[in-house]
């Protein structure tokens, strides 16, 4: 299985991202994803999940409402838009492959991780 992540950058605080991630190797429609991010110093943490056909979504209570997770199972990519950033929202965003239909929020539901990708939201 391998994922890659795209989209992150610098932004300014307020700003938006949409980051990307494009799975090949599995039956990408089967499985969860999730997002998940490690700030320096930091463990990583989850930060939004989805279900194997987009109809639940979870996400960490710091991003909600300023973040969506969303799918397209025909082109095998998960992406999150991220809207009105801040400073802490600086970290390596990661996505992820759930071990089964549903989506988690420990690192340990997951077992495929993208090499993720550094979103910089500058003040």
């Known amino acids: 299985v391998q994922l890659q992540a795209s989209g992150g950058g610098l932004v300014q605080a307020g700003g938006s991202l949409r980051l990307a991630c494009a799975a090949s190797?599995?039956?990408?429609?089967?499985?969860?994803m999730g997002w998940f991010r490690q700030a320096p110093g930091k463990e990583r943490e989850f930060v939004a999940g989805?279900?194997?056909?987009?109809?639940?979504?979870y996400y960490a209570n710091s991003v909600k409402g300023r973040f969506t997770i969303s799918r397209r199972n025909a082109e095998n990519t998960v992406y999150l838009q991220m809207n009105s950033l801040k400073p802490e929202d600086t970290a390596v965003y990661y996505c992820?492959?759930?071990?089964?239909?549903?989506?988690?929020?420990?690192?340990?539901?997951?077992?495929?991780w993208g090499q993720g990708t550094q979103v910089t939201v500058s003040s």
């Open positions: 992820a492959v759930s071990k089964d239909r549903y989506s988690g929020t420990s690192v340990s539901a997951y077992d495929y």
């Open positions: 190797g599995r039956t990408f429609s089967r499985y969860g």
């Open positions: 989805i279900t194997w056909n987009g109809a639940s979504t």
